[in-house]
């Protein structure tokens, strides 16, 4: 943040704690926010050739931003990126104008470009269980076998994101038949917890060498320290290469598969964001397009005049 004006770098510092202590903005978020918006007061710095004061980012106009958005694509930056950077961007003069009295229109006004939503990509029942079968093949140490095997059924019995799962204390063991989950935002919600769930977890801590402690880890690492998502990700990545499955087959995937198998079996839109989590309801009716896409390929391949 060389470039960037202490008046600047300190107001950024402020409006991140904001987020932090505040908004209870997660720690990856707080991350990408301050590499975004840290990124846009490096351009401006650099467009305008001289540092910018927060009396300077008042004035930034409608051309500013659009020559940083035409730097940032000539990158090669997707549009998906451009429009998280510019959320991010938004968020944070939304919050310095109401601090400074100035009026953000100029900045606020800026459309993100447009792109396409990716759908989520569920596995089916089948294909979930065959990947816990195949994750429990993957480690010489039978207990970081069922550790594995625990997390991931973890994740499609109770929809759980990996970072929600890894964050599991001992004094959640033994599983109870309900979780209260802290989830994105700080936002609370109850999630049942399935009895294969209970039985993979009670399995791992039998053969688990490390002590569990109340306030640490349910999950350990090798070495018994906190478990981090990058092990999951590995062994899902050589599991689903051995059964052949598309790289869409990760950790997440199978929060996705929790929320598309509730659908298929009838249970209600709204009770499924509850168990996710979602702000928002449009976030849960992704997987009704899902369930729509794929009754919509099954249908060609079978319909005779498709």
């Known amino acids: ?6 008046a600047a770098r300190d107001a950024l ?10 908004k209870g903005a997660a720690g990856n978020t707080i991350t990408a926010y301050q590499g975004d918006v840290t990124e846009f007061l490096a351009f401006i710095t650099e467009y305008k050739a001289d540092q910018q004061g927060l009396a300077a980012l008042a004035r930034i106009n409608v051309t500013d931003m659009r020559a940083w958005m035409a730097q940032a694509r000539g990158t090669g930056l997707g549009a998906r990126s451009m429009a998280r950077k510019l959320s991010a961007v938004k968020a944070f003069y939304r919050w310095l104008a109401e601090r400074e009295g100035f009026e953000p229109t100029a900045v606020l006004s800026i459309r993100a470009p447009k792109f396409q939503k990716k759908l989520p990509r569920p596995l089916a029942q089948d294909a979930a269980r065959n990947l816990i079968d195949a994750i429990e093949l993957q480690s010489e140490k039978p207990w970081v076998a069922l550790r594995d095997v625990a997390v991931v059924t973890v994740l499609w019995g109770c929809g759980l994101r990996i970072s929600e799962a890894l964050g599991l204390r001992g004094d ?4 109870p038949e309900v979780l209260r989950i802290i989830g994105k935002g700080g ?6 917890v399935v009895p294969a769930a209970r039985v993979a977890v009670d ?3 039998r053969a688990c060498p490390h002590p569990l402690e109340t306030n640490g880890p349910l999950f350990h ?3 018994g320290g906190p478990l981090r998502p990058g092990a999951i990700q590995k062994v899902m990545a050589r599991a689903r290469m051995q059964l052949g499955l598309p790289a869409s087959a990760t950790p997440h995937a199978m929060r996705h598969s929790f929320a598309t198998h509730l659908l298929d079996a009838g249970g209600d839109l709204r009770a499924i964001q509850e168990l996710l989590g979602h702000a928002s309801l449009s976030t849960t009716q992704t997987y009704t397009a899902v369930d729509t896409a794929r009754l919509m390929e099954v249908y060609e391949r079978a319909h005779p005049k498709a």
């Open 187 to 192: 936002k609370e919600r109850v999630v049942p």
């Open 13 to 22: 510092e402020n409006w991140l704690s904001h987020q932090s202590a505040l």
């Open 203 to 205: 399995a791992y801590l």
């Open 172 to 175: 959640d063991a033994p599983l």
């Open 221 to 223: 690492a090798v070495r």
């Open 1 to 6: 943040m060389s470039l960037i004006s202490p």
